[in-house]
């Protein structure tokens, strides 16, 4: 395939512009040699025509299709016979081909970033047999590339930090821009980088886009943050070049390169001599630049005269020095303290220790204050013993308490009577004296805490608190007694010298050697028959039989006087009585049954006749139950209407009636008769205020006071009948007036119509139309008469 004059002199251009800037290799285009060559043992046909590849700029922006280049076959001889056809990669939709020429021409505008290269195929037919006259050969179309795009930075904004003083040329960030043109074509793609904004502080290498610091000793202090921007530009930075830019935020962070200062010299605080333990008395602050780590503090008590009054601590939040109180002040001891403290980093860095010393000196002086404090016991506590058979008014010990201030007001006392109600003390206002006021006993109260107080005289709101815990010391003064309420028996089988019963005894009193107890029978009971005593020696006795053979029949309960004498001096003694129950035993010797009636009863009386004994007793108490109730409904109620029925005092408010011919809730007799002569109720309980006569039988009225007659009897009955309800209720009676059971047959508004129609022709109709004559007739006499 050959090319034309004008195809071949584009293609120089093309080959020379290539040699000059980017020095690729030029398309090759070459006409193969006629005769036919083989390879692998097998013929190849011969080629007319080779090439390898055809260059189109991208971004073409004109209107007609751009020339690509031109195909022609050495079989073509110009008179139309040969046409060529194209296929592959955008083959019609991006280039075409004139079928008789061999022009391609590219109908789309194209971008070397989208797509670099086009691989198409081309063919030479016989345009009457359609035969291919040329196998299928493949070319490349390449799109060459022009400077389109500028440089992006796309991780940018960058935030950068780097130590403030570091030195010239430390480095703190690295940028990076991307060109979207072809690297391996001139210099679209080739990137340097500049800095716009930030000099003369920090510098960028143009090639690899580190940003260095530029200027020695940048104090955060001073400033601490700067905004840099930085271009990067295409075309090796030449005029004509694309350009992008991005900013660069770097912040210098701290290091410890500032000594702790403290704004004074010397402070004084004024505190009062009251202050508790603990509290604080001042803050103070040593001023550092820095910040975090860097200015944490550490203080601490040098020098001084109040090294073991006062401790120094730091305030992890705000750094400050706070002095607290470790001992009680006194104004009248020491009114003054000097002390020296020191301030120091904690964290030091050693390449600025040339920058002085990183701690500093400062002076507190705290004044004590005088205060009028309340007066002070000599002891916090003070113990006193008292013994309590003691006689009401003898000393039992003394307090003192002065008034701290130099004043040294005289002091009054008294004791808190929240702590003594009973009052078994007094205390001398003026010396201190505490004194018994009652007699005391230990068995009530062992101990008694007091709290006395002390107040100034001149000035009664100053009151201190003094403590005093008097004990009680004990004297024989309770008798023993039983330790328990024994239960004591004695088998009717009991063998003579048998234990029965071991007792014990109990003392209220503590005496200091321990409790000795003494058992003995009363002189009374000493020469008994039935039973004897022994002494343990252990402060406990056993009781024991004499004889055997007791009975109940005989005797059922032996009380048995038994004298305990204790070891106190004087010694107590006490008379205590022990119950003895003789009981029927097994063989065992376990009690069965304790009760002397048994034995009462006939001999051949057995379980099952008391069981029928009981239960004919309990059914004549229930027969004699149910005469008295049957009595009790047979008695009179207290209103004289026994046929009223209960459920006339219901009044429900959702149900709707049955008419006339519901006679279950109403009595519908006595509400149709207005006739029937009703008797007045009373009460029997009370006595009526006013009674009601019966009512006499109804005359022929007219219906409307027949209706107000009936209307107010009810209205009688109920405000004196004790079982209707006791609140407003809805009445319905279902009365229509007097006559004939069928009641009146007239509408409910005939007697006020004014209708004109005469109806006087029925007095005509006999008797059983008069009340329909009377009613609607012109004669209106009859109806009031």
């Known amino acids: 395939m050959k090319l034309g004059k004008v195809e071949f002199c584009h293609f120089l251009q093309i080959i020379a512009l290539f040699l000059c800037l980017s020095g690729m290799s030029q398309a090759e285009f070459s006409r193969s040699r006629s005769k036919p060559y083989f390879q692998s043992g097998r013929p190849r046909t011969k080629r007319s025509w080779v090439w390898n590849q055809f260059f189109v700029l991208e971004e073409y922006m004109g209107s007609d299709p751009l020339y690509v280049g031109k195909l022609h076959s050495d079989v073509d001889k110009g008179d139309g016979s040969i046409k060529y056809i194209l296929s592959g990669e955008g083959a019609s939709s991006i280039f075409i081909i004139d079928e008789n020429t061999g022009d391609i021409h590219a109908t789309k505008r194209l971008d070397r970033e989208e797509q670099a290269y086009y691989t198409l195929r081309a063919q030479a037919l016989d345009r009457l047999t359609n035969k291919p006259v040329e196998p299928e050969s493949e070319f490349v179309i390449k799109i060459q590339d022009i400077n389109d795009n500028e440089p992006k930075f796309l991780d940018g904004p960058y935030t950068a930090g780097v130590p403030e003083m570091s030195p010239v040329g430390t480095s703190v960030v690295q940028v990076t821009a991307t060109d979207a043109d072809d690297p391996t074509y001139g210099n679209s793609a080739r990137v340097v980088y500049s800095i716009l904004q930030g000099q003369p502080y920090f510098s960028v ?6 940003i260095k610091t530029a200027l020695p000793n940048m104090d ?26 991005t900013s660069v935020t770097v912040t ?22 009251s202050l508790p333990v603990a509290s604080v008395v001042a803050r103070i602050k040593a001023a550092d630049a820095d910040v975090g780590p860097n200015a944490e503090m550490e203080y601490k008590i040098v020098d001084g005269d109040g090294l073991g009054v006062f401790k120094i601590s730091v305030d992890k939040d705000t750094q400050e020095g706070i002095i607290t109180i470790q001992k009680e002040l006194d104004f009248e001891a020491k ?17 600025f220790l040339s920058l002085g010393p990183f701690s500093d000196m400062t002076t507190v002086k705290i004044i004590v204050e005088d205060v009028d404090e309340p007066p002070v016991f000599s002891s916090r506590l003070y113990s006193m013993e008292v013994s309590e058979a003691t006689q009401v008014g003898n000393i039992i010990g003394t307090v003192t308490a002065h008034d701290p201030d130099s004043s040294n007001s005289p002091v009054r006392y008294s004791i808190d009577r929240n702590t003594d109600l009973e009052r078994y003390f007094n205390i001398d206002a003026n010396s201190g004296v505490i004194t018994t006021a009652k007699s005391l006993d230990r068995e009530t109260n062992a101990v008694h805490n007091i ?25 024989n003064d309770n008798a023993p007694e039983f330790a328990m309420d024994y239960e004591t028996t004695v088998c009717e089988n009991a063998q003579p010298g048998q234990i029965i019963q071991k007792i014990s005894a109990v003392d209220k009193d503590e005496p200091s050697s321990g409790h000795q107890f003494y058992f003995s029978l009363t002189a009374d009971a000493a020469n008994n028959h039935n039973f004897s005593l022994k002494d343990n020696k252990d402060n406990t006795a056993s009781v024991l039989t004499r004889r055997n053979g007791f009975r109940r029949q005989e005797q059922s ?14 010694s107590l003694s006490s008379t205590n009585t022990l119950t003895i129950r003789v009981c029927d035993c097994d063989a065992d010797g376990i009690a069965q049954t304790c009760n002397a009636e048994a034995y009462i009863l006939p001999a051949g009386l057995s379980t099952g006749a008391l069981i029928a004994i009981l239960a004919c007793v309990l059914t004549l108490l229930v027969l004699v139950l149910m005469i008295v109730t049957m009595r009790r409904r047979k008695k009179e109620p207290l209103i004289f209407d026994e046929e009223r029925d209960i459920r006339e005092n219901i009044v429900r408010y959702d149900d709707e009636g049955g008419g006339e011919e519901d006679t279950e809730a109403f009595d519908m007799a006595a509400l149709r008769n207005l006739n029937v002569i009703r008797d007045t109720k009373t009460r029997r309980d009370v006595t009526p205020e006013i009674q009601f006569l019966s009512r006499p039988t109804f005359k022929s009225i007219p219906d409307n006071v027949i209706f107000r007659e009936f209307i107010w009897e009810r209205l ?9 309800p006791p609140y407003d209720s809805l009445q319905t009676y279902a009365f229509e007036g007097n006559g004939s059971v069928a009641e009146s047959l007239s509408s409910l508004d005939s007697i006020s119509s004014n209708s ?4 006087d022709y029925l007095s005509d109709w006999g008797p059983r139309f008069k009340r329909l004559a009377d009613m609607y007739g012109t004669s209106q006499d009859g109806l009031y008469s």
Do not use: W
Not at 253 to 266: K, L, M, Y
Not at 455 to 469: C, D, K, T
Not at 557 to 566: A, S, T, W
Not at 716 to 724: H, L, N
């Open 205 to 210: 290498e143009p090639k690899t886009g580190v």
């Open 557 to 570: 309960v032996y009380y048995l006087p038994i004298f305990i004498v204790d070891s106190g001096s004087p």
């Open 451 to 475: 709290t006395v107080l002390a107040m100034e005289s001149q000035n009664p709101s100053q009151v201190g608190r003094g403590y005093v815990a008097i004990t009680i010391l004990d004297i």
């Open 716 to 724: 009688k009955e109920a405000d004196i009948d004790p079982c209707a």
């Open 220 to 245: 955060r202090e001073a400033k601490d943050q700067y905004l840099l921007v930085i271009q990067a530009k295409d075309m090796v930075g030449q005029n004509g070049g694309l350009s992008g830019t």
């Open 335 to 351: 009114t003054s303290y000097t002390l020296r403290i020191e301030a120091s980093n904690k964290h030091v860095d050693p390449r």
């Open 252 to 273: 210098l962070t701290d290091v410890n390169d500032n000594p702790p200062r403290f704004p004074r010299r010397s402070y004084q605080y004024n505190v009062p001599e």
């Open 756 to 759: 004109d129609q005469n109806y």
